[in-house]
Nanobody
Framework: VQLQASGGGMVQAGDSLRLSCETS????????MGWFRQAPGQEREFAAG????????FYVDSVKGRFTISRDNVKNTVFLQMNSLKPEDTAVYYC??????????????????????WGQGTQVTVSS
């Protein structure tokens, strides 16, 4: 299983970025997906998740209303649209996948230990 995250970059506050995470070797359509982030000197935290059915999404309060997670089960890819970026969004962003069918179709894991597969991370830097 491989997860390849891309789309990070350096932007100014208020700008937008769209992260992508392309997967291979995974029964993607049956895997809940998540985006985590880790700021310098801080622990990795959950940012957003989507159930494998695609019916449910969940966001940490700090990104709610600004970030949107979505999935394309044909392209085996999960996206994170990030709008109105703030300096505090600066972090390495990681995509993660649950083991296929390890949860119900509407479940979204919010802890890193619920995810079995991880991408390499993509850096997002937001300047003020």
């Amino acid at each position: 299983v491989q997860l390849q995250a891309s789309g990070g970059g350096m932007v100014q506050a208020g700008d937008s970025l769209r992260l992508s995470c392309e997967t291979s070797g995974l029964l993607f359509r049956r895997s809940a997906m998540g985006w985590f982030r880790q700021a310098p000197g801080q622990e990795r935290e959950f940012a957003a998740g989507i159930s494998w059915s695609g019916d449910n999404t969940f966001y940490v309060d700090s990104v709610k209303g600004r970030f949107t997670i979505s999935r394309d089960n044909v392209k085996n890819t999960v996206f994170l649209q990030m709008n109105s970026l703030k300096p505090e969004d600066t972090a390495v962003y990681y995509c993660a996948a649950e083991r296929p069918l390890s949860s119900s179709s509407t479940y979204i894991g919010k802890n890193s230990d619920e995810y079995d597969y991880w991408g390499q991370g993509t850096q997002v830097t937001v300047s003020s």
